[in-house]
């Protein structure tokens, strides 16, 4: 258990990361550019395959996080010019190692994370006593599930024979 001291010396660092990376990182004003980087690819498959665990195929995983990537990346840019800014923010703050480290404990490039490690993390913020935290969370979960089971091949995981014929 963090005493109060480290606590706050871990929000003081997280804060300075956060705005370092906003200052640093966020190119045209915060707006999502139409493709997502390579960290930010790497961040959202790490995280996608947390969330998904073994809704994601064995074989064809890589393929499925490509494709999915593709989803989420169509995803945002349907997004309102906030939400992309806020989702920009989030992602370039996780993308950036300080504050990844500070906000996650994960002190690895995404790429190399541990899924385990990825789940714990989201597990924290999923049940964080603060409101941005799980905000934070459900931003991620919603994007990832959301494009996950936009895509055709992913329906009939969960039953659904998609949308009915119109003749």
């Known amino acids: 258990m963090a005493s109060r001291r480290q606590f706050l010396q871990i929000g003081i660092a997280g804060a300075i990361a956060l705005a370092a990376a906003g ?5 045209d004003g915060g707006r999502m550019s139409a493709r997502l980087d390579r960290g930010r690819r790497a ?22 996080l490509e494709a999915l990537g593709d989803r989420i990346e169509r995803a945002i840019g349907a997004l309102s010019a906030p939400a992309q800014r806020e989702l920009a923010e989030l992602l370039a703050a996780l993308d950036f190692a300080p504050a990844r480290f500070a906000l996650t404990g994960i002190g690895v490039p995404w790429a190399r994370a541990e899924e385990v490690e990825v789940a714990r993390f989201l597990e924290r913020w999923r049940a964080s006593r ?16 959301g494009s996950w089971y936009a895509g055709r091949e992913t329906w009939a995981t969960i039953g659904y024979p998609g949308p009915p014929e119109i003749p």
């Open 130 to 145: 603060y409101p941005m935290l799980r905000s934070a969370y459900q931003a991620l979960h919603d994007l990832v599930i």
């Open 23 to 27: 200052v640093f990182l966020l190119p």
């Open 43 to 64: 961040l959202l498959a790490a995280v996608s395959g947390a969330l998904l665990g073994p809704a994601l195929p064995g074989e064809g995983r890589e393929a499925a």
